[in-house]
């Protein structure tokens, strides 16, 4: 039978006698705490791997998954656009009270 949870695995192996040293990845890459989110994702993408061990004085202290690190980039693109389109709706706003012409906005300052 195959590993569950195992991709790397292309050879069926039992899971009762298969040590894990038979398949897990030897010397990881890994983060430190304050890695910033982007370098994070980048190592998972060019890795072509959806883990990343998190490490502090020599341990595991978290494991970061890139579900977790796409879903905040995409909650910042989203805050982004919204803050682009109240930017947008104000330079309206001050375009139609003082005019779209050069003098308009001479005339504020």
């Known amino acids: 039978m195959l590993v569950p949870g195992y991709s790397n695995?292309?050879?069926e192996l039992d899971r009762e006698t298969t040590?894990?040293?038979a398949i897990m990845t030897r010397n990881p890459i890994f983060i430190i705490s304050d890695t910033l989110?982007?370098?994070a994702l980048q190592k998972m993408v060019q890795g072509k791997f959806r883990h990343l061990p998190v490490v502090e004085n020599g341990g595991v202290v978290a494991i970061l998954d890139i579900?977790?690190?796409l879903h905040d980039a995409i909650a910042?693109?989203?805050?982004?656009a919204e803050k682009g389109k109240a930017i947008?709706?104000?330079?309206e706003g001050v375009e139609k009270h003082w005019?779209?012409?050069a003098s308009g906005w001479?005339?504020?300052f």
């Open 67 to 69: 579900a977790k690190c």
């Open 106 to 108: 001479l005339t504020f």
């Open 99 to 101: 005019g779209s012409s």
């Open 88 to 91: 947008a709706a104000a330079v």
């Open 9 to 11: 695995c292309t050879r």
């Open 76 to 80: 910042r693109m989203e805050r982004a």
């Open 19 to 21: 040590p894990v040293s």
């Open 37 to 39: 989110a982007v370098e």
